[in-house]
């Protein structure tokens, strides 16, 4: 959410910005901005949309002098994407970019107005460079101000300041959104994530929340609230982890079809013949746990529901899943037998984290399941699983879920195997399906154009129903949530069993319903559920082995008698019916409005 650069040094400064925030513009995208110092000069470049505008805004610009720079790609959270409300803000001789929210800016506000501060945007961040110019003004010591400045903002921030005050100098801050400082020689970089400087600094320190302080002739200093601290560069990996389309329209797109393969990955060196192990865990750290608390948002949190069923099935450990943001704050009972999951794609989900954090100071057992390393989630949690998907581009998230789930599973046949909750006959039967799940995610030849033939007739109605029961209740959840991301169209997962309780009477033939209908489990159950809802005049789009006369549309998987195998090959239908939705109706599959890649406000 949002996205940060700066760059102290003699490079061409306006490439740099714009090639890293490029690699962050999945994160938000409405509009961005760069600022640049250069002997004593100001220069401020703002545009409204993709990085692209502020790259044809900028053509004829250079810099390539020493100087220092910031950059940013926004996700708008107070006031609309204008060119105004658009990163770096300008005080009068300072700029400021800016990622989280500053939960007192109201309050600074007023006060700055009243001391004839004049602001122009609706923003929270511009308050950062009018109090920092306030306090320079008086002290006229950029340093104690920005010092100063800090030590007055509540709220998640990550920012990054520049003054004519000390034109050779970037002052830095981060509390709850992340931040890492890259170095190469004497060049300085700044970044919310790691992308946008590998491949040009060589080594790299993430900043940790309190921390502060200011890079200056190719050196930084760094603070905290007990003073000046040292800290330890770690090296950075070379290898430019940005994702290519490869061919593909679209990243989703890619993704999707990547799952088969990344889900090698996942696997590779944790399923073993006869038993599923972590290196990351052992029986020392699980003991004592006798309950799993799983928090999690959006589609990690389907991923987490999922897993509810095989724990409890497997593992026979109680498993309870609640969305990050509603735990925060209902005071929740902690015990210290319970082991508290997280789950993140990004590792920087805020609610996420800070369930998490609550967790700690419970004094909870923690493990993150996580795809990107040395996130915030990976570096907060115990011990950390990576799902090894690799980087994911598309907002709407595919093979995350796809790899989040499988080391779900994994996990709790891991689990059943160390607490010996279920005969190992039946570990080695999870462990022959896990080895069919990269057959599963195949595409065959044919399904793709099939769904993007029957998708003309799903662009109009009032509305769908995606439904399922038990793990494919949490499909689809997922389903629903794909579909409404980049269709923007109005779609709700829900339990099958649970229509005939009131969602039943929108059943007309304005209605759309995608019905999961497996043949390993509960197959009669659902197929009662769908055939009240044909007789209520609903269009039925059934996703099964078995053929349904009922269906106005029917996509035919394989027999699997294992349900993980048909929930992966149903999970790709969906993945698919979702794109094809959004291309014809002429969405940014990729960037879909008004969400961001990573969630890093609450
Ligand atoms: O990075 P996280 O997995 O913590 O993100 C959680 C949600 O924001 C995320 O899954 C969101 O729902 C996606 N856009 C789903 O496609």
Not at 188 to 194: E, G, K, M, R, V
Not at 368 to 381: G, K, P, Q
Not at 466 to 495: M, N, Q, T, V
Not at 508 to 518: E, H, I, K, R, W
Request: glycine share 6%.
């Amino acid at each position: 959410m949002c996205g940060i650069v700066g760059y102290i040094g003699k490079k061409e400064k306006k490439e740099i910005l714009l090639d890293g925030l490029s690699e962050l513009e999945y994160r938000g995208y409405d509009s961005a901005g760069f600022a640049v110092i250069e002997n004593k000069e100001l220069k401020n470049f703002k545009a409204v949309g993709k990085i692209e505008n502020l790259a044809n805004k900028t053509t004829h610009y250079l810099s390539d002098g020493f100087g220092v720079s910031i950059g940013h790609t926004r996700w708008a959270t107070h006031g609309k994407p204008t060119e105004l409300n658009a990163h770096p803000h300008l005080g009068q001789y300072s700029f400021v970019v800016h990622n989280g929210i500053i939960e007192n800016y109201q309050e600074l506000k007023t006060k700055l107005q009243a001391t004839g501060a004049s602001f122009v945007s609706q923003t929270d961040t511009e308050t950062i460079v009018h109090l920092f110019e306030y306090h320079n003004n008086k002290l006229a010591n950029p340093f104690e101000s920005f010092k100063a400045t800090v030590a007055e903002l509540d709220g998640a921030y990550a920012t990054l300041l520049i003054t004519k005050a000390d034109s050779e100098t970037i002052y830095f801050a981060k509390n709850g959104s992340p931040m890492l400082i890259g170095f190469d020689d004497n060049d300085i970089y700044f970044a919310s994530s790691d992308t946008p400087i590998i491949g040009k600094a060589t080594q790299v320190y993430y900043l940790e929340d309190g921390e502060y302080g200011y890079a200056k002739d190719g050196e930084v200093k760094l603070f905290d609230a007990k003073g000046e601290k040292s800290f330890h560069k770690q090296a950075l990996s070379m290898d430019k982890a940005s994702a290519q389309k490869d061919g593909f329209r679209f990243f989703m797109e890619k993704e999707i079809y990547e799952q088969s393969r990344v889900m090698s990955e996942t696997m590779m060196g944790r399923v073993n013949d006869d038993s599923v192990d972590f290196e990351e865990l052992n029986s020392y750290f699980l003991n004592g746990i006798d309950n799993i608390k799983i928090c999690a948002c959006g589609t990690s949190y389907h991923s987490a529901l999922a897993s509810s069923y095989l724990f409890e099935r497997l593992s026979k450990i109680p498993c309870v899943v609640e969305i990050a943001s509603e735990f925060r704050y209902k005071e929740p009972l902690l015990k210290k037998n319970t082991l508290f999951i997280t789950i993140s794609q990004s590792g920087e989900t805020a609610d996420t984290l800070e369930a998490l954090k609550m967790a700690k100071r419970a004094g909870l057992k923690s493990l993150s399941i996580c795809n990107v390393d040395n996130s915030s989630i990976v570096r907060e949690s115990d011990r950390a699983i990576l799902t090894r998907a690799g980087i994911e581009k598309g907002v709407a998230s595919t093979k995350a879920f796809a790899t989040q789930t499988m080391v779900l599973w994994m996990l709790s046949v891991y689990f059943a195997g160390i607490n010996k909750t279920i005969p190992s006959e039946q570990i080695k039967t999870e462990i022959d399906a896990m080895i069919h799940v990269p057959r599963a995610l195949l595409i065959p030849d044919g399904l793709h154009e099939q769904i993007h033939r029957l998708t003309k007739r799903y662009l109009h109605g009032h509305g769908f129903f995606f439904i399922g029961r038990d793990i494919f209740f949490p499909l689809a959840l997922e389903g629903a949530l794909k579909l409404k991301e980049i269709s923007y169209l109005h779609a709700e997962g829900y339990p099958a069993g649970e229509m005939k309780h009131g969602p039943i009477a929108l059943a007309d033939s304005g209605l759309f319903t995608v019905a999961l209908m497996p043949r390993s489990l509960h197959y009669d159950k659902i197929k009662s559920n769908v055939e009240e809802l044909s007789a209520r005049d609903a269009n039925i789009l059934a996703i099964s082995p078995e053929p349904f006369k009922l269906a106005d549309d029917f996509i035919q998987t394989s027999y699997d008698s294992h349900p993980m195998l048909e929930f992966f090959e149903m999970m790709v239908i969906t993945q698919l019916f979702a794109l094809e939705v959004s291309v014809r109706l002429g969405n940014d599959v990729d960037m879909p409005r008004n969400l961001a890649k990573s969630v890093t406000v609450e």
